[in-house]
């Protein structure tokens, strides 16, 4: 009996499901989608007839989830802006690299300290370091934050995350896939690595005029077969230099974002992005087996608070020294610290490098944390900066009478 | 009127002006055309203190009562992507502006700067698509269309003061 469709269909209505739940209570659906994949995964007993294991269907649906990661990187390299970046303002570029910075030293530290290899410091470092641009834009609207004092900062971090995110995701891939682990191997990948990216940088400022000639058409079936061809072409071409299949996918994303017909690529990519992403993370959550959450509970927790006291420093920072007041600056720490999609993208990664089983895990409790709690704390900034800003006026006066 | 105007990357764009009277409203126009409006107290200009939406068509029709003259572009909403970089704007002419008395045939607007006047709106008299010869006087309200950096370009020239 071949029940890979109606397999297909019971994850999709699951997916739905947690979606709407996701909707209901005003979250990003993604920790619903984690949830619920691990909930109905194949590491779970079946009971009586109910076998949701999703068996005949797991490998497919792993691969639709590999389609939309391939969405996910392509979409992002579209909104990528070497222009936006250069006219983002001093403040801004201050407050994203004191923000990388911080956050990106104490994600090595605690990958470190926990014990990881090499290769799995820097992808917990990437985990721990990426924020979620779609919570934190869902939030801004949400909340009617939009025309605050502290929203371009705020977005021009978010901005820099993401381009932080394309150039260490394109490194670290070449770090986790390069084979035989010799000193000498691993070098002549990311040369190979760093000109392949460095070819379509090139690209994306030679080749828009051709490109342009070439994307004018009119007929938009053809339209999508020749940009989806390209996509996964090329995502497919990377992967045999050992070039995540991903990484192919934001470079070629990039590529295109300089040419005028971005806009129109981006009408076109974002309904595939939300169907094959709701696929990713439910298949995410199924390769989870849930119990071993628990042996990464206490890392989880551990990465969590050192997140949110990373961020607040990090917000507080770049927004006092952009002349943000105090109040406006703990906004900026409390509302990027949402993680959701990239962090889970950037734990992937590590099934291809078969490293520690402890990551994936990992990654998703403290994105399940993060992704609840950070919209939490973004609403609630304005009574967490009186409580801090409480602590530390008792501490200066404790300071004062002692001194 | 001092008006700024950043980009909201992934979210739009945000005009924040500052009134005369002190007060503090921010205009957001989101990338799929909603529009928020926001009123800061100029004690506390952290937190808005009052806030609306409206969607694009309510965006322009509000415009046009606001701007006093009831418009809406029926052949914009038609063209999409000729008109991208489209903009009409009014401008008021103020008293001792270099534009004062001369000709718009005098002030070359379409071959200096590429712009179009649509309209001269005086007290009482409203001129549609005026010809060279209609002079401009202050306290008139010139409508000007054009791509974003031609009606800059021509709004800058004309708030000049005589030098």
Not at chain 2, 67 to 88: C, S
């Amino acid at each position: 009996m071949d029940h890979l469709v109606f397999e297909v269909g019971a994850a999709l209505v699951l997916a739905a499901v947690a979606t709407l739940l996701a909707n209901r209570f005003k979250f990003s659906n993604v920790p619903f989608l984690i949830i619920i994949g691990m909930v109905v995964g194949p590491h779970i007993p079946a009971i009586g007839p109910l076998d949701l294991g999703f068996e005949e269907s797991y490998d497919l649906l792993q691969f639709l989830g590999r389609v939309g990661v391939l969405f996910l990187l392509f979409y992002l390299g579209l909104e990528f802006s070497i222009g936006r970046l250069i006219n983002s303002g001093r403040s801004i570029a201050v407050g994203g690299s004191v923000y990388i910075g911080i956050n990106f030293t104490l994600g090595l530290l605690f990958g470190w300290l926990a014990g990881f290899q090499l290769a799995e410091i820097l992808i917990v470092a990437g985990i721990i370091t990426i924020s979620s641009s779609a919570i934190v834009a869902k939030m801004l609207v949400d909340l009617r934050r939009t025309a605050n004092p502290e929203t371009e900062m705020i977005l021009g971090i978010i901005m820099f995350e993401d381009i932080f995110l394309a150039v260490y995701l394109s490194i670290l891939s070449g770090l986790v896939l390069s084979e035989g682990g010799s000193v000498g191997g691993t070098i002549i990948t990311m040369l190979i690595v760093l000109g392949y990216i460095l070819l379509f940088f090139v690209l994306a400022r030679k080749a828009s005029p051709f490109l342009n000639r070439v994307l004018d058409i009119r007929s938009s079936e053809t339209f999508i077969l020749v940009v989806f061809a390209a996509l996964f072409f090329v995502a497919g071409f990377s992967e045999t230099l050992h070039v995540a299949e991903a990484i192919g996918a934001l470079l070629l994303g990039l590529v295109l974002s300089e040419t005028e017909h971005r806009q129109r690529i981006e009408r076109l990519v974002i309904p595939f992005r939300d169907f094959f992403g709701a696929i990713f993370f439910f298949s995410f959550g199924l390769s989870i087996d849930p119990l071993t959450l628990l042996d990464a509970a206490l890392l989880s927790v551990l990465a969590v608070v050192l997140t949110i006291a990373g961020n607040f420093v990090a917000g507080m920072i770049a927004g006092r020294n952009a002349g943000l007041s105090s109040r406006a600056s703990a906004n900026v720490g409390l509302t990027i610290v949402s993680r959701g999609e990239f962090s889970i993208i950037v734990a992937s990664l590590a099934i291809g490098g078969g490293l520690s089983g402890l990551i994936q895990p990992f990654a998703a409790l403290y994105v399940l944390i993060l992704s609840l709690l950070g919209p939490l704390l973004t609403k609630e900034s304005g009574r967490i900066f009186g409580l801090v800003s409480k602590a530390f006026s008792r501490e200066k006066a404790a300071d004062d009478a002692s001194g | 009127m001092n008006v700024r105007e950043t980009q909201l990357p992934g979210i739009g764009r945000k005009f924040q002006a500052d009134l005369r009277s002190g007060e503090r409203i921010v205009v957001v126009i989101h990338d799929e055309g909603r529009r928020e409006i926001y009123q800061f107290d100029r004690k506390d200009l952290d937190e808005s203190i009052a806030s609306f939406d409206l969607d694009d068509d309510e965006a322009r029709q509000l415009a046009g009562i606001v701007g006093g003259m009831v418009y809406t572009p029926r052949a914009l909403e038609r063209v999409e992507m000729a008109f991208d970089a489209l903009v009409i704007e009014w401008h008021k002419v103020e008293e001792g502006s270099r534009a004062e008395g001369s000709t718009i045939g005098e002030l070359g607007v379409r071959k200096n700067f590429g712009a179009t006047i649509v309209a001269v709106i005086g007290d009482g008299e409203q001129i549609i698509n005026p010809g060279p010869e209609v002079s401009i006087r202050s306290g008139t309200t010139l409508v000007v269309a054009g791509e974003r950096e031609q009606v800059a370009g021509f709004q800058a020239a004309l708030t000049a003061d005589r030098s």
